[in-house]
């Protein structure tokens, strides 16, 4: 696109017009300003830029933007004689990839802090609750609880939870028993009905091939909706947390031996 100081439209191609959500002889010969008033409100970035480089006659970018379509833009100002001439390059897939690249780095930094702490501590509620605050800050959710079911997967026991400065924390019952599988519920204080979340995820946590609790993670603010690779995540926490519960009820296990041979 070729803009002259008054913002009129030389020059637009149908990639250009595409990103404007437009067409070349909608634009080409007008005042964008005029055909299109409200780009200064909605993509200020993009209306200062193109101030700046014909005032000052040096090249300006601006990456990582959209203007009225979904790709990702690299826009490039650049002064030409007494105009501005604007390259616009769709980076959307290289933007997806470098994304999806730092997602998957960001899990597996999750998956090896959740494993050390495994491998560090014999103290269930301390995983269980790392577990909760790595995934709440990894998935950006509201609120991430474990809880304990009996035989009929009903919840009967919070176990850990994490969740924004915004929320109240659902009061937290006994800790875990070392080696304890099910845990009696708890009386719990008068409180008002809590608002359900606006959505929510939950995978099982197993131990023995049953049931041992769930693993969830709430948005309370926002409805939202929970991508397979999200969700592969908290199965893979759900893992490492059985694998946590296995080596508990093991190390009980080795000190009641133990206590009985003195």
Not at 55 to 66: G, H, N, S
Not at 210 to 233: K, P
């Amino acid at each position: 696109m070729i803009l002259t100081p008054e913002a009129e439209v030389t020059y637009l191609n149908n990639l250009g017009a595409e990103f404007l959500g437009t067409t070349p002889a909608s634009l080409q010969g007008h005042c964008l300003w005029d055909v299109m008033p409200q780009i200064p409100q909605d993509f200020p970035e993009f209306y200062d830029t193109y101030q700046r480089v014909l005032a000052d006659r040096f090249p300006l970018t601006l990456d990582d933007y959209q203007l009225y379509s979904p790709q990702m833009l690299h826009l490039r100002f650049v002064p030409w004689d007494s105009q501005v001439l604007v390259y616009c390059r769709d980076i959307t897939i290289q933007k997806q990839a470098q994304m999806e690249l730092q997602y998957y780095s960001t899990r597996d930094e999750l998956l090896v802090a959740i494993d050390q702490r495994i491998h560090q501590s014999l103290n269930l509620n301390e995983i269980l609750q790392t577990a909760v605050e790595e995934i709440r800050q990894f998935l950006d959710a509201d609120r991430a609880l474990i809880y304990s079911v009996n035989a009929k997967a009903e919840p009967i026991e919070l176990l850990a939870q994490s969740c924004a400065d915004n929320l109240r924390i659902i009061p937290t019952l006994n800790p875990i028993p070392e080696g304890t599988t099910a845990i009696a519920p708890s009386p719990e204080p008068d409180l008002p009905p809590p608002i359900p979340p606006k959505s929510c995820v939950s995978v099982p946590i197993f131990q023995n091939q049953q049931r041992w609790g769930v693993l969830t993670v709430q948005q309370w603010d926002d409805s939202r909706e929970w991508h397979m690779v999200e969700i592969h995540v908290l199965e893979e926490l759900a893992n490492r947390i059985a694998a946590a519960i296995q080596q508990s009820q093991l190390h009980s296990r080795v000190r009641v031996i133990a206590s009985n041979l003195v």
